[in-house]
């Protein structure tokens, strides 16, 4: 209670003079304010200046700060620069992030704040130089769009691995399109020609999984009746997209690695190693690096999986985006003059820019699609509130009105223990009652998954 009151609570600080902290867009690129962090107490003082925009601080030599303290965890803490200010988030570590006193669980920094990591305390400052890096000049990357410095700072890096056979790590929160990111990076590729394979990590149990992911022999387990070619063989040439990547059990990590590693699969029931030639992209709406702090990600994994990581960011982070947006929504689902001089209203642009959309692009785009179908307005609540949220369209038959209420629930009931978990599925699960597969099954139905 405490941790979820301390990242209510604290908001950004007032910064003025040399303590503003813009993200400033470029000419070729973008830039923000660059910070020092400078170890306090020992025999010596140890200062570390920022090369971007966020920097991830703990033990293991992989973060761009590291300290040598047994009680600061291999991933403790993560900064982050940009157009609102500077923060912190804890990163699930063993003994938390303290902010000035404070155990936070996110938090905005100010000029000398003062952070400890178990044992060692770093204090936060901004520097008077800034740190650049590219943006793009496209507003769209495939299906992606966006015309946001945020957005198209995530189109350079997309523009840059496209030609390339790098492994990339998508993350983001639900609904911020990171399969669409995907299939975007798989047709701007080389092997656009070639199959791009779906699977959900998440929705099988764990040998089910096994199965699709490297294949079976005839007989391998009970009701095996016949020989099954894996996602990896069938992706031969393409592309596999491993989603939900963090619900992989922790069994099969071991086998995915050595894919990752020697581009070999195992079938079930198999003794024989077979070469495959694929390009693997992974996407999650959940912190490896907590994981691996908690021992459910296995930490050599998580190297392998993120050679590229691309951060989608939600939709809160790029309101000025959302007009282009709803345009290319109304592209995708052909929406009639009428209906698009109704949904383009710059009223209602203006309202749908200032609403709250935790389901980010999915939720808008589900929205828009229920205006379209039912023919109906698109409701919105006030600034900060999720859009349509359930009010009841009395002019349609029962039938119709009770279908879209219930479509309605359903989608906001099971987001919300989504947000209320972090995206992380097996835990929803367990606070609605529902079996995971199951709820796999209603999240994909509510357009959630």
């Not at 009970?222 to 020989?227: I, L, S």
């Not at 069994?251 to 495959?276: A, C, D, F, W, Y």
């Not at 994981?291 to 982070?317: H, I, K, Q, S, W």
């Amino acid at each position: 209670m405490a941790d979820e009151l301390a990242r209510r609570t604290l908001s950004p600080p007032a910064l003025d003079g040399d303590g503003t902290v813009e993200m400033e867009p470029l000419r070729d690129g973008a830039s923000v304010r660059r910070f020092v962090l400078t170890t306090v107490g020992g025999e010596r003082s140890v200062t570390w200046q920022s090369a971007s925009d966020r920097a991830s601080v703990g033990s293991h030599v992989s973060n761009d700060f590291v300290l040598d303290e047994p009680t600061v965890s291999r991933f403790h803490l993560e900064i982050v620069v940009d157009s609102r200010g500077a923060r912190v988030r804890d990163l699930d570590s063993r003994n938390g992030t303290f902010v000035d006193g404070t155990r936070v669980v996110e938090a905005w920094l100010k000029q000398g704040s003062t952070l400890r990591l178990g044992r060692a305390t770093l204090r936060f400052d901004l520097d008077a130089s800034r740190n650049s890096f590219p943006v793009s000049e496209a507003p769209r990357f495939g299906e992606l769009v966006g015309s946001s410095v945020v957005m198209r700072a995530q189109f350079a890096v997309l523009e840059r691995v496209a030609s390339t056979d790098t492994t990339v790590l998508i993350e983001g929160e639900t609904g911020t399109g990171k399969d669409v990111a995907a299939e975007s990076l798989h047709l701007a590729s080389a092997r656009r020609d070639g199959p791009l394979v779906v699977v959900d990590c998440g929705a099988a149990t764990a040998q089910l999984l096994e199965s699709q992911l490297f294949g079976h022999e005839r007989g391998a387990f009970t009701g095996a009746d016949q020989r099954r070619i894996g996602a990896f063989e069938e992706a031969a040439g393409g592309s596999v997209f491993l989603d939900e990547i963090g619900e992989l059990p922790l069994e099969l990590q071991p086998k995915l690695l050595r894919v990752l590693e020697r581009r070999q699969i195992q079938r079930l029931g198999s003794n024989t190693m077979r070469p495959v030639q694929v390009r693997i992209l992974a996407a999650t709406n959940r912190d490896l690096r907590a994981m691996v702090n908690a021992g459910t990600f296995r930490e050599d994994l998580y190297y392998r999986l993120a050679v590229v990581r691309v951060r989608l960011p939600p939709l809160r982070e790029r309101p000025e985006d959302i007009p282009a947006i709803v345009e290319h929504l109304l592209d995708r689902l052909r929406a009639s003059p009428e209906a698009r001089a109704r949904l383009t209203n710059p009223e209602l642009v203006r309202g749908l820019a200032r609403a709250a959309w935790p389901g980010n692009v999915r939720e808008l785009r589900n929205a828009i699609e229920r205006a379209l179908v039912l023919d109906q307005a698109l409701e919105l609540g006030e600034p900060g509130e999720p859009a349509t949220a359930g009010r009841v369209d009395w002019s349609l038959p029962y039938e119709a009105a009770r279908r879209a209420a219930l479509v309605d629930f359903e989608r906001r009931y099971f987001q919300h223990h989504l947000d209320a978990s972090r995206g992380n599925v097996s835990q929803a699960a367990r606070s609605t009652g529902i079996g995971r597969v199951y709820l796999h099954r209603l999240l994909r139905r509510s357009g959630l998954r």
